[in-house]
């Protein structure tokens, strides 16, 4: 269950830029929120008058590598937390939703290592086909 984000056990110490104080979030950068039916990560957040200002980066297929602010003012924010994550066995015959998925991953990977022109990068993703 989320907790409110008045609640100061659920706020977590960030810092922004090196020299600058600390601050408390509720969202931390790299946490994940789900925002507008999608899951993003955090890159900053910011007070701003009665709420915060999250910019973020799409995590989830539709909106992938997209940028956005969000303010909690005005959108429902939902911090993600790995506790709460529900783990569910793969029934499929040889588990092919399993593979599927970290099929899926390392194309992903290898796509962006390729676009990227990282060598050490594409080898470690060789590595990972093996």
């Not at 994940?32 to 007070?47: F, G, L, N, P, Q």
């Amino acid at each position: 269950m989320l907790q409110s984000a008045g609640d100061p056990s659920d706020l977590t110490r960030s810092e922004s830029t090196p020299g600058t104080p600390a601050r408390m979030t509720r969202y931390p950068p790299g946490a994940r929120i789900e925002v507008r039916d999608a899951e993003w990560i955090v890159r900053t957040c910011e007070s701003r008058g009665a709420g915060q200002r999250i910019a973020a980066v799409g995590a989830s297929e539709f909106v992938h590598d997209e940028d956005a602010a969000f303010f909690t003012e005005f959108d429902t924010v939902e911090l993600m937390r790995p506790k709460d994550t529900i783990l569910k066995q793969d029934e499929t015959p040889r588990l092919a939703k399993s593979r599927l998925f970290l099929t899926e991953e390392v194309t992903a990977a290898w796509r962006e290592a390729d676009s990227i022109g990282d060598p050490v990068l594409r080898q470690r993703v060789v590595q990972a086909l093996r």
